[in-house]
């Protein structure tokens, strides 16, 4: 069974900070990717980051500049810094593992970490 844990979400003001981890453990197989995505209210689920194997990161435009995505100090962990944070950044993060099985990927989701940034 392949566990995906979520931590360092809670109550920040606006420009505050906040820096999330994810850990991924359990896995026979290598590791394709880690992201971070985030679910506000009544939206959908956006990709907010990721960093992948080979070290490529991408990111959403809203969070270029503020948000920075990087390996853990654990194997199989990743960060994600967030800074200058905005009430808009609200939402429920999520770590997403990307794990690879043959020739195909799979993906395991972490419970959520909750992120509120008040005005």
């Known amino acids: 069974q392949v566990h995906v844990v979520e931590s360092g979400g809670g109550l920040v003001q606006a420009g505050g900070s906040l820096r999330l981890s994810c850990a991924a453990s359990g896995s026979s197989f290598p590791l394709n990717a880690m992201g971070w995505y985030r679910q506000a209210p009544g939206k959908q689920r956006d990709l907010v980051a990721i960093f992948t194997r080979s070290g490529n990161t991408n990111y959403v435009d809203s969070v270029k500049g503020r948000f920075t995505i990087s390996r853990g100090n654990a194997e199989n962990t990743v960060t994600l810094q967030m800074n200058n944070l905005k009430p808009e950044d609200t939402a429920v993060y999520y770590c997403?593992?990307?794990?690879?099985?043959?020739?195909?990927?799979?993906?395991?989701w972490g419970q959520g970490t909750q992120v509120t940034v008040s005005s």
């Open positions: 997403k593992v990307e794990i690879a099985r043959g020739g195909l990927g799979v993906n395991y």
